[in-house]
């Protein structure tokens, strides 16, 4: 087989991977023009000679049969008919539900649809407004308790365990709450804790960065979809916010923003810098009723005590070097007061009865401060005269210094003064006792002795060190994610390699241990740790709440009590690792109750050529988050990392918590790695499930490079995307170039190397395909608003991911249009050829990932031999009208796709959450598949066992095959799907 040049896409469709046993039942498409290998390709968009409803026909079904009833599953399973044959004879009976093949685009216009499988065609053209929160969503007013017998600030623990994020604060009143930081996972710990989000009021932001409001956006589109009116909250930050508000509106619909409330200096008339003269030595405050004060004291890096050096490191390159006074936007800190009313005195009925007074209404009012008229004459009766001596209302301080340059300036603040007060026995006139300081700070800056000195002035405050402390990572904040994954470990160490728990064996010294040698008034931050504010008796610490620790060994113990045969499943499990060719009468494995038998398909010994001689270093695939819309106990959002090892990696979607389960999977200092060796990013299109985690990822790649040479990241994405990114870079520096998924189609890249040919002077069998060619679908593409006006600005970028791509090991990333919504795409990954000892070409494997979408036919092509596809799967079978209506796919469809097109294996992934633990599939037509969980990691190597696992997978989630009613509701809630 003669080898293509390198990214001359010999394009991902080869079927010599492999020969596989339903071949018969692909679809056949006419052959593409090529002259220079056997290789078959992708049809260049002018050719139209495959665009028939008939091709449909050929699409594989399996014998139908009806879901069997498990005698531990609560619900029957009724199977609609949901095979594409099937969907193919339903007649039109919705005007908006076109066919198939209605979604190819024309120049500037849509060709009339032939009958065929059903899609949502509003949705796939962004006219569906079917699931958008309500035009005009209102801020939550409340009525307020000043008479609030409950308050305490509570460490909600996000990201401490992954070190991830920073850690949210709440403050907690009895009508209202408060929330400081809305890191990355912020809903997912909600909903696994049992914390109400709509019951938020106000967030605020101790800086405005990714690592501080990064689960800000799907944190809206979630509020924005609650209930039937939806709702919307104040979120309060520092100037920078206008930088991240400008961002997010480029994929949150604006029934959804938030209220923003900025304060502090505003940006520069360019945008590029804040001129900061003078000091921030102020309280700025922000909220005053009869229930809290919160006010604000802003930081800003002070340049001028520091080298050259930190302060460039600090500054950034982009920001004037004249004004020692300017800070770049991201660079803005803020501790924040909360002070609540002082406590009254306790009422004295006799006083009162003394002064005239009878019990009524009017005690109520001079305990709540009001002075009223004696019953008995004409004297007025004061609060004073009634009321014991009062307690001055608590003080929190939240306190994010996150650089020796901010310390600098907290230093020197006077506007903090009253709240200092040396020592217990020295307490000057008018200071306020401050009860809890909750330190953000890192333990970089917690350990310096400046710092420590500024602590002391607290005198008996007590202290919470919130930074990232490394003994945190021992407890998982997600522990039910956690106790899957131990529970999956088990069964399948192989597939499952991360146990959910961390040890600290390895973890050096704590850098705050001096700070903790005083246990009585500094504390490490520990997940749902509390500080009671009110009932004033109850004032300090509660570690009631704080979960437990658990290990891995407790965990299986408790699975054997539960599934006893799941021991036995295990060993089965190992033994096809060590006798991964076949198997025999003792790899036949059946309990008492006949719970599983081993599907006679599984025997299939047939492994595609290019799995020969592969080895464990070649390639690995991670799923890091397998749900759909939004995170949940159990799945985070859609993300997988392909794993090239010494080649680096590449991330496939990015939702929002992708660095904390890469953290989990790898560990804090392996993810980092990870993350460092990243190669390029693809995005499948722009919806907050998918692309979320983008500014966390790239901004700590950026940072853990800082130094050393090295290339930006090639982000490949629709073009809605880039919009986003240019504006969220004017906050923090992404350190990335942006390519159009557009510009990654197999039409577009055969464009660009014909137009390299043309400028070598080479021109001549690809003439036609050239992008100026008169008449051409690519013309019209370079003239549409949004897109470049020349080549040249695409091409460097392009020829950049060739390079990266050919390091890489990698031959071809292609993206190909799928039904869904605007700019949807899926991918194909295919990697070079490998020649063996005896100087044989062995053909590279090859990955196709179908993003979200309904089955159609660019999905179908690109599958063409594809080693592994990777498919969303929705919906359950019985659900297809859901699927049509969302453009999504039910688990068979996926199944079908697969079998259509020759794919030798299928992960189905993207559960909709409303089925909490596994979903529902009828193991009828499983024969080559898997059900994708996260953290699953499936080696090259290993990829032929795929199908030996799912029975097992069964067994070990036997109770838990229900569907979770309770979630439907969600899946309307969300702008996202």
């Known amino acids: 087989m003669p080898q293509l040049a390198t990214f001359r896409l010999r394009l991902l469709l080869s079927s010599a991977n492999h020969h596989h046993r339903h071949s018969a039942a692909a679809l056949s498409f006419p052959k593409a023009r090529s002259s220079s290998t056997s290789l078959p390709l992708l049809h260049k968009p002018h050719c139209r000679s495959y665009r028939s409803p008939l091709l449909l026909a050929n699409f594989s079904?399996?014998?139908?049969?009806?879901?069997?009833?498990?005698?531990?599953?609560?619900?029957?399973?009724?199977?609609?008919?949901?095979?594409?044959?099937?969907?193919?004879?339903?007649?039109?009976?919705?005007s908006d539900k076109g066919g198939l093949l209605a979604m190819e685009e024309t120049e500037g216009s849509r060709k009339a649809a032939p009958e065929g499988l059903g899609f949502n065609r509003k949705r796939a053209e962004g006219r569906d407004e079917s699931d958008r929160p309500k035009k005009n969503l209102q801020?939550?007013?409340?009525?307020?308790?000043?008479?609030?017998?409950?308050?305490?600030?509570?460490?909600?623990?996000?990201?401490?365990?992954?070190?991830?994020?920073?850690?949210?604060?709440?403050?907690f009143f009895d009508k209202q709450r408060f929330i400081f930081n809305a890191g990355e996972g912020l809903q997912r710990f909600c909903s696994e804790h049992k914390i109400k989000l709509s019951k938020i009021d106000h967030i605020f932001l101790s800086r405005v960065c990714s690592e501080t409001a990064g689960g800000l956006p799907g944190l809206l589109l979630t509020l924005a979809g609650m209930g039937d009116e939806g709702m919307s909250v104040n979120v309060w930050g520092p100037s920078d916010l206008k930088y991240l508000v400008d961002a997010m509106k480029y994929f949150i619909p604006n029934a959804a923003m938030v209220h923003?409330?900025?304060?502090?200096?505003?940006?520069?008339s360019n945008g590029s810098s804040i001129s900061c003269t003078g000091k921030f030595d102020d309280h700025l405050v922000l909220i005053d009723d009869e229930v809290v004060k919160i006010s604000a004291v802003l930081l800003k890096p002070n340049y001028s005590g520091a080298s050259n050096v930190a302060a460039e490191k600090?500054?950034?390159?982009?920001?004037?070097?004249?004004?020692?006074?300017?800070?770049?936007?991201?660079?803005?800190?803020?501790?924040?007061?909360?002070?609540?009313p002082e406590i009254k005195g306790k009422f004295d009925p006799q006083k009162a009865a003394a002064l005239g007074l009878r019990p009524g209404p009017k005690y109520r009012e001079l305990q709540l401060g009001n002075s009223v008229k004696s019953d008995r004459d004409d004297t007025m009766v004061h609060p004073s005269d009634v009321l014991g001596p009062s307690i001055p209302g608590p003080i929190v301080l939240l306190v994010d210094c996150p650089t020796t340059l901010h310390l600098q300036e907290l230093l020197s603040l006077q506007c903090l003064s009253p709240y200092y007060i040396g020592s217990e026995s020295d307490v000057p006139e008018g200071s306020k006792l401050v009860n809890c300081v909750i330190h953000l700070t890192p333990a970089t800056v917690t350990t310096t002795d400046d710092y420590q000195k500024w602590m002391s002035k607290f005198g008996t405050a007590q202290h919470i060190m919130a930074g990232h402390e490394m003994k945190n990572i021992e407890i998982p904040i997600l522990k039910s994610s956690a106790r899957i994954s131990a529970r999956l470990n088990y069964l399948c160490p192989q597939f499952f390699p991360s146990p959910g728990f961390w040890s600290l064996q390895s973890v050096a010294k704590n850098p705050n241990q001096d700070l903790l040698a005083r246990p009585d008034r500094v504390i490490p931050a520990e997940n749902l740790l509390k500080f009671h504010l009110r009932p004033y008796a109850n004032l300090g610490f509660d570690k009631s709440g704080i979960p437990k620790a658990s290990s891995t060994s407790e965990i299986i113990e408790e699975l054997f009590s539960e599934i006893p045969e799941v021991e036995n499943a295990s060993k089965l499990v190992n033994q096809f690792w060590q006798n991964s060719r076949g198997n025999n009468e003792e790899n036949i494995y059946t309990d008492a109750n006949d719970i599983l038998t081993e599907e006679p398909w599984l025997d299939d010994r047939t492994l595609p050529s290019c799995l020969e001689n592969i080895t464990r270093d070649d390639m690995e695939i991670v799923l890091l988050g397998t749900g759909s819309s939004q995170p949940s106990k159990y799945r985070n959002v859609s993300s997988i990392f392909i794993n090239l090892f010494s080649r680096g990696g590449l991330l496939l979607d990015c939702g929002e918590g992708t660095l904390g389960q890469l953290k989990r999977r790898f560990g804090v200092q392996g993810a980092d790695e990870a993350v460092k060796g990243l190669r390029c990013i693809w995005i499948s299109h722009i919806h907050a499930d998918h692309h979320a985690g983008l500014g966390?990822?790239?901004?700590?790649r950026q940072d853990l490079l800082k130094g050393t040479p090295h290339e930006p990241i090639v982000v490949v994405g629709p073009r809605q995307l880039k919009r986003f990114l240019n504006a969220y870079q004017r906050l923090e520096d992404l350190d990335m170039l942006f390519l159009d998924c557009y510009h990654t189609t197999e039409a577009s890249l055969e464009a660009f190397e014909s137009y390299e040919s043309d400028e070598n002077g080479n021109a001549g069998e690809n003439d036609d395909a050239t992008l100026f060619s008169r008449g051409s679908r690519m013309e019209s593409f370079w003239k549409r608003p949004g897109s470049p006006t020349q080549i040249s600005a695409v091409l460097p970028i392009v020829k950049s991911l060739k390079k990266i791509l050919g390091e890489a090991g990698l031959d071809a990333l292609v993206s190909f249009p799928v039904v869904h919504c605007p700019q949807a795409y899926g991918i194909a990954l295919q990697a070079a050829n490998r020649t063996n000892g005896a100087g044989k070409i062995i053909p590279g494997w090859k990955i196709v990932y179908s993003g979200d979408t309904r089955p159609c036919v660019e999905l179908v092509r690109a599958s063409r031999g594809a080693t592994i596809l990777i498919h969303e799967a929705t919906f359950e079978d019985s659900m297809v009208e859901e699927a049509i209506a969302r453009n999504h796919s039910t688990t068979k469809e996926a199944v079908e796709v697969g079998d259509s097109a020759g794919a030798?294996?299928?992960?189905?992934?993207?559960?909709?959450?409303?089925?909490?633990?596994?979903?529902v599939f009828d193991e009828g037509h499983m024969h080559k598949t898997c059900i994708a969980f996260d953290l699953m990691s499936v080696n090259i190597a290993d990829v032929h066992l795929l199908p030996k696992v799912l029975p097992f997978l069964k067994v070990l989630f036997r109770d838990d095959m229900v569907v979770d009613e309770s979630e439907d509701a969600n899946l309307n809630a969300a702008a996202a799907l």
């Open 61 to 94: 079904s399996l014998p139908r049969k009806p879901y069997r009833t498990d005698k531990r599953n609560s619900r029957t399973f009724d199977r609609k008919g949901s095979t594409l044959r099937e969907s193919l004879d339903k007649k039109g009976s919705n």
């Open 139 to 171: 801020v939550k007013v409340r009525k307020l308790n000043p008479a609030n017998t409950i308050s305490y600030v509570q460490i909600l623990g996000t990201g401490m365990d992954t070190q991830d994020t920073s850690p949210s604060v709440l403050l």
């Open 260 to 268: 923003a409330r900025s304060f502090g200096p505003m940006p520069n």
């Open 314 to 340: 600090c500054r950034g390159s982009n920001s004037p070097e004249s004004d020692v006074n300017a800070t770049k936007p991201g660079d803005l800190s803020v501790v924040y007061v909360c002070e609540l």
């Open 696 to 700: 966390r990822i790239l901004t700590l």
């Open 904 to 919: 030798y294996r299928i992960i189905l992934t993207h559960f909709s959450q409303r089925y909490p633990k596994i979903p």
